[in-house]
């Protein structure tokens, strides 16, 4: 499978815990962004990096919330200190800059706070 | 954050008709539109993107209009097809131009 793969596709976590999620891009792919998505909304922008390079940060990216891509390859979300309000599908999606519009979705992983 | 809104929040066609979904953006800033599809289970998938300085764009059975005058964006799809049933959003690039908005989504039900 050459898409965009996240791991896992599910986490339960008690509230309080630390989590982290990993994304796998397309292999040739220099962007890559994570997105929030909770129940009935549209995704929410949380972050991006180009190659190494974390360029732009949401607001909703609070100090528990952390993000690396240290290769320029696969990135990883962290969750510190997990809160109910967490619970969410978190989505990867990758571009190549010069059609950074034509971004592909991996599958997400769902966070459920307990 | 940005507003991208949609006017209805679910659509039900029969097969075969054309369907429009609606939207409504903004930012008069934005300078690029996309419309995505997620199905249920899967991650957004994108099926088309149009610049500001466009009006019209064709793709495979869709296509994309965009009046930046009432800041309106719609995708229309010809001859619905069962595959087509899935939630539709619309996207904008905002003021930063690198990241996107979405919309709460309209969810497209096509009726054999």
């Known amino acids: 499978d050459t898409g965009v793969s996240q791991d896992p596709r599910h986490k339960i976590t008690k509230r309080g815990q630390n989590v982290t999620f990993r994304c796998d891009p397309i292999s040739e792919h220099n962007r890559l962004y994570w997105y929030r998505q909770t129940l009935g909304q549209g995704p929410e922008f949380l972050t991006y990096f180009q190659n190494e390079a974390q360029l732009e940060k949401s607001r909703l990216l609070s100090d528990r919330f952390s993000a690396e891509r240290p290769k320029g390859s696969f990135s990883t979300l962290e969750i510190q200190r997990t809160e109910q309000g967490d619970s969410a599908m978190y989505l990867c999606a990758s571009s190549l800059q010069g059609a950074w519009t034509e971004a592909f979705f991996g599958q997400g992983t769902r966070l459920t706070v307990v | 954050g940005e507003s991208v809104g949609l006017h209805l929040p679910t659509l039900s066609v029969q097969e075969g008709d054309n369907s429009i979904i609606n939207c409504a953006y903004s930012?008069?800033?934005?300078?690029?539109f996309i419309w995505y599809k997620q199905e249920s289970g899967k991650g957004p998938q994108f099926i088309i993107d149009i610049r500001s300085n466009m009006d019209k764009r064709q793709g495979q059975r869709v296509t994309v209009l965009l009046n930046k005058t009432v800041k309106h964006l719609s995708l229309q799809i010809a001859a619905t097809q069962p595959g087509d049933s899935a939630v539709y959003f619309c996207?904008?690039?905002?003021?930063?131009?690198?990241?996107?908005?979405f919309g709460t989504g309209t969810s497209l039900t096509v009726i054999p």
């Open positions: 996207a904008e690039n905002g003021d930063t131009g690198n990241q996107f908005y």
């Open positions: 930012n008069s800033a934005s300078d690029y």
